[in-house]
């Protein structure tokens, strides 16, 4: 079966270098908040182009984080979309805040700026675009948005490391921003692991002190803080793959390419728009047919998934609150989206088997 996405095979390419830097941790002594969250802070922070980084246990805590470092918590709205994980939403809730949800673009699958400011209240407090599948959202009118109601703007960036927006990486636009390390990610550690990163002083010297309970001196909190940080050994593990980031992020965009090329005019399957800053953390299609040939794809050994199945407001936990909701492209991508196998060690022969199989199906 071709995987969706394998993060073994990332291990396996950098193995050598991987494991040296492992065992220099494990022989260390130092585990927590050391030399390599340090380092690997300040390298990751001159990749994207900001100030400050701060390193988190994962792209959940580093919303939560970036959320309280705005001074964001109850009573407070942040809008954002039903088309993400459901970590976005998760998090603004973990800070206390009520997550208010609007629709996507049909074509990015990121937030529709002409349905935000509809959604504007007197407590709106920021806004976060998702960067969904490796390719920015439209940022320039979000920050105008922003800007005319006095709103942070928090990038999602969990799905975009490596991503432009005209001319500028993703997470160097908003006020603040987040990453996630999950292994499957095109920047992916072994384990969890996220980052919070600004151009701002106080909003990066707050996220810093929210990390860890608050403190500003060990064991006397400031502020009401948490307890997430990024541990050494994942930082180590990320600053062995950091180096490779651009490379890997230019076979995803080759990679892209072939199933362009391949797929061309396919009936009944969409392609995602071609875009120079995307780098296709996933390559998603979109098919009114998509249950059938996901059963059709995985009878030919090829492992497709659907990123996302259930939209956020129909979710369980979820559907009562926003009963609601009028979000009709975000439904109907839920209901046609799939993703492709993607990932930089996929083997061209690899591609041109997913590519016979899709040309196979009959709609």
């Known amino acids: 079966m071709i995987q969706c996405s394998n993060p073994h095979a990332q291990y396996a390419a950098h193995k050598d270098e991987i494991d040296k830097a492992v065992l220099a941790v494990l022989a260390s002594g130092r585990y927590i908040l050391g030399p390599e969250v340090e380092a690997f802070e300040s390298e ?26 705005c001074k964001i918590g109850p009573g407070d709205e942040v809008i954002t979309v039903s088309h993400t994980a459901v970590a976005t939403v998760s998090a603004i809730e973990m800070a206390g805040a009520t997550p208010v949800l ?9 937030i529709d700026p002409t349905k935000i400011e509809a959604a504007i209240t007197p407590r709106t ?19 105008a948005i922003a800007k005319k109601h006095g709103l942070k703007v928090i990038e999602d960036c969990a799905q975009c490391v490596g991503a432009m927006y005209k001319g500028r990486r993703t997470g160097s636009i908003g006020d ?14 072994i384990g969890d692991g996220g980052m919070v990163l600004s151009n701002s002083d106080e909003l990066a010297g707050r996220a810093g002190l929210v990390r860890q309970y608050g403190w500003a001196q060990r064991y006397i909190s400031d502020i009401p803080g948490v307890n997430t940080r990024l541990d050494e050994l994942q930082a180590a593990i990320l600053r062995v793959k950091l180096p490779y980031l651009d490379a890997d992020n230019a076979a995803r965009r080759k990679l892209a390419a072939a199933y362009g090329a391949g797929l061309s005019g396919t009936a009944g399957l ?8 995307h780098v296709y953390h996933l390559y998603v299609a ?9 059963e059709h794809l995985k009878a030919r050994g090829v492992g497709p998934m659907i990123h996302y199945p259930v939209p956020v407001h129909l979710q369980p936990a979820y559907s009562k609150r926003f009963a609601s909701a009028k979000l009709g492209e975000t439904e109907r991508a839920a209901k046609e989206v799939l993703s492709l196998p993607m990932y930089p060690e996929l083997s061209e022969a690899e591609v041109k088997q997913v590519v016979s199989a899709l040309l196979e199906f009959k709609p």
Do not use: E, W
């Not at 988190?56 to 805590?61: I, L, Q």
């Not at 609007?102 to 990121?110: A, G, H, K, N, Q």
């Not at 806004?127 to 920050?143: E, K, M, S, T």
């Not at 979109?286 to 996901?294: A, E, F, G, I, W």
């Open 44 to 69: 990751f922070a001159d990749y994207i182009g900001v100030k400050h980084a701060i390193g988190v246990g994962s792209g959940t805590d580093a919303l939560n984080v970036a959320l309280r470092a």
């Open 102 to 110: 609007v629709d996507i673009d049909p074509v990015r699958y990121t």
């Open 125 to 143: 407090k920021a806004l976060i675009p998702v960067h969904i599948y490796g390719q920015a959202a439209d940022l320039d009118p979000i920050l």
């Open 176 to 189: 603040i921003s987040c990453f996630s390390f999950y292994p499957t990610k095109n920047l992916g550690a």
């Open 270 to 277: 969409t392609l995602p728009a071609a875009d120079a800053g």
């Open 286 to 294: 979109r098919s009114p047919d998509r249950d059938r040939l996901m």
